[in-house]
């Protein structure tokens, strides 16, 4: 059975960078689409999707246009891992992130739609202040 833990997150200054890992066991994240989803600090705001990547040497990937410029996915098949490199980080990143798999494998495109994906990590706190 898939598990997904997420790890790298913490306290960065504005415009600091992060790491956040995304790794697999039980099953292999190479068959299925990977996205990376947020949950501010504000319940009413509900989760946001992030990025994700899909599956396929040449793979989609999709940013929210909030991020788009400042963090890159990427997927390391060897290590079983996803990574969301956060670049130029602002406080309105703040938030806790998860990782999630897309339910249907072999999917060349990938969708921020969290209703798309059956499998979600336990997250990792990510804090952007001053």
């Known amino acids: 059975q898939l598990q997904l833990v997420e790890s790298g997150g913490g306290l960065v200054q504005p415009g600091g960078s992060l790491r956040l890992s995304c790794t697999a066991s039980?099953?292999?994240?190479?068959?299925?689409?990977i996205g990376w989803f947020r949950q501010a600090p504000v319940p009413e705001k509900g989760r946001e999707g992030v990025?994700?990547?899909?599956?396929?040497?040449?793979?989609?990937?999709v940013y929210t246009d909030s991020v788009k410029g400042r963090f890159t996915i990427s997927r390391d098949i060897a290590k079983n891992t996803v990574y969301l490199q956060m670049n130029s980080l602002k406080p309105e990143d703040t938030g806790v992130y998860y990782c999630?798999?897309?339910?249907?494998?072999?999917?060349?495109?990938?969708?921020?739609?969290?209703?798309?994906?059956?499998?979600w990590g336990q997250g990792t706190q990510v804090s952007v202040s001053s």
């Open positions: 999630a798999r897309n339910m249907r494998p072999f999917l060349g495109f990938c969708s921020l739609n969290e209703a798309r994906y059956d499998v």
């Open positions: 039980g099953e292999t994240l190479e068959t299925n689409a």
């Open positions: 990025s994700c990547i899909s599956f396929g040497g040449d793979s989609m990937t």
